[in-house]
């Protein structure tokens, strides 16, 4: 019995899910949280919902905070037209390398590249260590009390641009209220309240996204 909760949720995967099929992976994890053990994946209902924000957005660039085990990425990748890549910041390593393995597994590794370290770190070197522009999406599903800061350090930074779609996760549960008031109130998003339910269970959550009007 693998000792860590998420090297069980990779064990599983790998010895069920269809190897190089990012549906299949995607949908054990789902079956493995609902059915044996709570993970925080974002899930398969607010999944859904991430699913049609990205497919809309079609971006070439995707920056998600907070990989995890890899679940949203390897959602995301999925979706991916070639050539656009996904960067993922993961502070924990030992999650990061169970997300790698994940992502391997599911065979997205060629548009999924893992920053291991903290956001805050991280942001202010993409421009100049990962050779990032701008981000067209951004997917934020670390830890709600970095949300704001995170935001204004894409702004700061220039790494959002006018149309860039920020989405993020827990606004309800456990709660993100200063990014919802940040980006509601600033005056530089559109934003849509997406209601839903946190990951396996009948709790309330939502998905809130912020489309960068400019600076
Ligand atoms: C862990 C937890 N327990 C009870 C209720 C919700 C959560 C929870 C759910 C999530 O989707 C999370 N996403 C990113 N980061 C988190 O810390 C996080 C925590
Ligand atoms: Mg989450």
């Given at each position: 019995m693998a000792q860590r909760l998420e090297e069980r949720i990779?064990?599983?995967?790998?010895?069920?899910?269809?190897?190089?099929?990012?549906?299949?992976?995607?949908?054990?994890?789902?079956?493995?949280?609902?059915?044996?053990?709570?993970?925080?994946?974002?899930?398969?209902e607010k999944g859904l919902i991430l699913d049609q924000v990205v497919k809309e957005t079609n971006p070439t660039i995707v920056l998600e905070l907070g990989t995890y085990c890899g679940y949203s990425a390897t959602r995301i990748a999925r979706l991916l037209?070639?050539?656009s890549r996904l960067l993922t910041v993961e502070m924990n390593p030992e999650n990061a390398a169970v997300a790698k393995q994940m992502i391997q597994f599911a065979g997205v590794q060629d548009k999924v590249e893992i920053l291991e370290g903290s956001t805050e770190v991280i942001i202010p070197s993409l421009k100049t260590k990962y050779g990032v522009?701008?981000?067209?999406?951004?997917?934020?599903?670390?830890?709600?009390?970095?949300?704001?800061?995170?935001?204004k350090l894409l702004e700061e930074c220039q790494l959002i641009k006018k149309g860039s779609v920020l989405l993020a996760d827990n606004v309800v549960f456990p709660g993100a209220p200063d990014f919802l008031e940040y980006v509601r109130t600033?005056?530089?998003?559109d934003c849509t309240y997406y209601p839903s339910h946190l990951e396996y269970s009948d709790k309330l959550d939502a998905l809130e996204k912020a489309v960068f009007k400019g600076p």
């Amino acid at each position: 019995m693998a000792q860590r909760l998420e090297e069980r949720i990779l064990e599983y995967v790998k010895q069920h899910a269809a190897e190089g099929d990012p549906q299949s992976v995607v949908d054990h994890i789902d079956k493995y949280c609902s059915q044996n053990e709570w993970a925080m994946h974002v899930g398969d209902e607010k999944g859904l919902i991430l699913d049609q924000v990205v497919k809309e957005t079609n971006p070439t660039i995707v920056l998600e905070l907070g990989t995890y085990c890899g679940y949203s990425a390897t959602r995301i990748a999925r979706l991916l037209k070639p050539g656009s890549r996904l960067l993922t910041v993961e502070m924990n390593p030992e999650n990061a390398a169970v997300a790698k393995q994940m992502i391997q597994f599911a065979g997205v590794q060629d548009k999924v590249e893992i920053l291991e370290g903290s956001t805050e770190v991280i942001i202010p070197s993409l421009k100049t260590k990962y050779g990032v522009d701008r981000v067209d999406f951004v997917f934020i599903d670390h830890f709600s009390e970095r949300y704001t800061a995170d935001t204004k350090l894409l702004e700061e930074c220039q790494l959002i641009k006018k149309g860039s779609v920020l989405l993020a996760d827990n606004v309800v549960f456990p709660g993100a209220p200063d990014f919802l008031e940040y980006v509601r109130t600033c005056g530089r998003y559109d934003c849509t309240y997406y209601p839903s339910h946190l990951e396996y269970s009948d709790k309330l959550d939502a998905l809130e996204k912020a489309v960068f009007k400019g600076p």
